[in-house]
């Protein structure tokens, strides 16, 4: 069956541009989650959505926002980048919420210039 | 809140030596732990996972953890390395959602 699916790949956008990133499931996984990744910080959580819901949020700020919709398929959005969100974003699904083994996508790569 | 503490941010064996990647759990509830490998500009793969019953675990590619409740411990641990295990590992902890620790690259010599 076909994994995770994040698009695009890589990306680059100018300080305080825009950016939606896109996560699609593995098919019947209902829950998504989003985890932002740099060198200095590792793996930060920044959401998970199950059943088109915000189950449960990290530390980020209000420029980080996501939703689900009804096909479990994923979107992040970061408003007014700064060169500080230069990071790969993580999607991860799974059955259940809570995070019962996850399945990983390759990444989206953001680069802030 | 549950968190992860990985101790040795770089580990670095002979290949055919014993692999052993240490984590500390801390978690209000009995956890979920689980170990994921990241080979470079690629996702995590899961190499196993603890819920409840048998506390020894068998994964992936030889690799196996041993949840030790009394030292909140889940080290990941392989008998022989191989040149093909050089990646970052990452132990993980779930309640209410999945916490990561900090990382262990691992190099393996030749």
């Known amino acids: 069956k076909a994994g995770v699916t994040q698009t695009p790949r890589y990306l680059i956008k100018t300080r305080g541009q825009q950016v939606t990133l896109s996560c699609s499931p593995i098919?019947?996984?209902?829950?998504v989650s989003w985890y932002q990744q740099t060198p200095g910080q590792g793996l930060q959580f920044l959401f998970e959505?199950?059943?088109?819901?915000?189950?449960n949020k990290g530390n980020f700020p209000g420029r980080f926002s996501g939703r689900q919709f009804s096909n479990s398929r994923s979107e992040m959005n970061v408003s007014t980048l700064e060169l500080g969100d230069s990071a790969l974003y993580l999607c991860?699904?799974?059955?259940?919420?809570?995070?019962?083994?996850?399945?990983f996508g390759s990444g989206t790569r953001l680069t802030v210039v | 809140a549950q968190s992860v503490t990985q101790l040795g941010s770089h580990v670095s064996v002979s290949e055919g030596a014993l692999v052993l990647l240490r984590c500390n759990y801390s978690?209000?509830?009995?956890?979920?732990l689980f170990w994921y490998v990241q080979y470079p500009n690629q996702g995590l793969q899961l190499l196993l996972k603890?819920?409840?019953?048998?506390?020894l675990v068998k994964g992936i590619n030889g690799f196996e953890a041993e949840f030790k409740k009394s030292e909140t411990s889940f080290h990941l641990t392989k008998p022989s390395a191989h040149m093909s295990d050089a990646a970052e590992y990452f132990c993980?902890?779930?309640?209410?959602?999945?916490?990561f620790g900090a990382g262990t690259r691992l190099t393996v010599k030749p």
């Open positions: 603890y819920t409840t019953g048998a506390t």
């Open positions: 959505y199950f059943s088109e819901t915000q189950r």
């Open positions: 991860a699904s799974s059955l259940r919420a809570g995070g019962d083994g996850y399945t």
């Open positions: 978690s209000s509830v009995p956890p979920y």
């Open positions: 993980a902890v779930s309640d209410l959602d999945m916490r």
């Open positions: 098919s019947g996984h209902r829950s």
